[in-house]
């Protein structure tokens, strides 16, 4: 069974940097993209970045030049280094997964986390 754990998620100052991990298990062939989605109280989820097993990364425009989405293919991690934290960047945040990048631009991801709490206060 596939399952993707999130950490690192917490409380920290507007302009403020936090770091958060996923970890994929139970998977045997790796993951051909990995990325983040978050969601914040009233919104619906969003795609925050995500990176190829060729370290291809995209951002969406209101992340981009804050955070940085990095991974290791080998170990099926990702990380997203998330600095000049805003209020608006309040959201649970998801670790996301797709075999095929093809199916991750179609329909999006086949696997979700269970969701890190990343609050920044003002």
């Known amino acids: 069974q596939v399952q993707l754990v999130e950490s690192g998620g917490g409380l920290v100052q507007a302009g403020g940097s936090l770091r958060i991990s996923c970890a994929a298990s139970?998977?045997?062939?790796?993951?051909?993209?990995m990325g983040w989605y978050r969601q914040a109280p009233g919104k619906e989820r969003e795609w925050v970045a995500d990176?190829?097993?060729?370290?291809?990364?995209r951002y969406s425009e209101v992340v981009k030049g804050r955070f940085t989405i990095s991974g290791d293919g080998a170990k099926n991690t990702v990380y997203l280094q998330m600095d000049s934290l805003k209020p608006d960047d309040t959201a649970v945040y998801y670790c996301?997964?797709?075999?095929?990048?093809?199916?991750?631009?179609?329909?999006?991801?086949?696997?979700w986390g269970q969701g890190t709490q990343v609050t920044v206060s003002s």
């Open positions: 996301a997964a797709a075999l095929l990048r093809s199916a991750w631009d179609r329909k999006g991801p086949d696997y």
């Open positions: 139970g998977i045997i062939v790796g993951f051909n993209t």
């Open positions: 990176i190829s097993r060729a370290d291809s990364t």
